[in-house]
């Protein structure tokens, strides 16, 4: 199981959103470059990062910031928050990203998520974040009236690497993340889902690993944010359970 340590981004500051409201977010002392060495000293290799002012703007706001960790820490990156154009994904894997989140403009646009997934082969990772079954998108502000599990049918032979699903109720509550719907979605998936959102405590690790390697859920890992920020899981500990 892979356990990708977050790295949420605004104005140049790690910061956690509630549910993805900007008007409801934390700031931490710790710059994204100092978090990301954090990481790596501790022995993770995966790290997900969501560029927020890219999400507002449409534009690879923080690629430098991005280009940095590659550079310094050899880590394996997914990175997302308002890719919107083949531009903006070029720039990413060409900074060294591992995977390009496409959320919004692919809920929006299947041809663009289809033709993604063609131009950049094993590059594309796929963001479902829903509220009641039925997908969000513009930064989480607007309903798409589409069910989640329609939406992945019509996409699912797309190409699509890595899937992210996150339920929006849970994210950033640490009240544990919905794996009863995330393996709703994990069964219709040809790709491996990562869970994401909620995640409270350790107890929520290895329920996920039990998931994959007791039930054979097509899960790959799990995002760990807010949780670890608030120190409610210690690195240590959760290393532990990276492999």
């Not at 977050?6 to 700031?27: M, P, S, Y």
């Not at 703007?57 to 928050?81: A, H, P, R, S, Y």
């Not at 589409?146 to 996150?166: A, C, H, M, P, W």
């Not at 859920?217 to 995002?223: A, L, R, S, T």
Request: charged share 30%; net charge negative; proline share 2%.
């Amino acid at each position: 199981m892979k356990i990708f340590p977050a790295i949420d981004i605004k104005n140049k500051k790690c910061v956690r959103l509630i549910k993805g409201d900007f008007d409801n977010k934390t700031e931490y002392n710790m710059s994204p470059v100092e978090q990301a060495g954090k990481y790596k000293d501790h022995g993770f290799k995966n790290l997900h990062i969501v560029d927020l002012d890219g999400a507002l703007t449409g534009e690879t706001v923080n690629l430098d910031i991005i280009k940095d960790i590659v550079v310094k820490f050899d880590l394996k990156i997914e990175i997302g928050g308002g890719v919107r154009s083949f531009e903006s994904i070029q720039k990413y894997t060409d900074a060294g990203a591992e995977k390009v989140i496409l959320g919004s403009a692919a809920i929006k646009d299947k041809n663009f998520l289809k033709k993604a997934c063609e131009k950049f082969p094993n590059k594309i990772a796929l963001g479902l974040d829903a509220k009641d079954g039925y997908l969000s998108i513009s930064g989480w502000k607007e309903n798409s009236k589409q069910l989640t599990l329609d939406f992945l049918e019509e996409v699912n032979d797309y190409g699509v690497s890595r899937i992210i699903y996150t339920d929006i109720n849970r994210d950033g509550t640490k009240t544990s993340p919905n794996f009863e719907e995330t393996t709703l979605v994990a069964d219709v998936s040809n790709c491996p889902i990562i869970v994401s959102g909620g995640v409270s405590s350790i107890d929520d690790i290895k329920k996920t690993k039990s998931l994959i390697n007791v039930n054979r859920v097509n899960i790959e890992g799990i995002i760990v944010g807010k949780a670890i920020y608030d120190g409610d899981i210690k690195l240590e500990e959760l290393v532990k359970e990276d492999a």
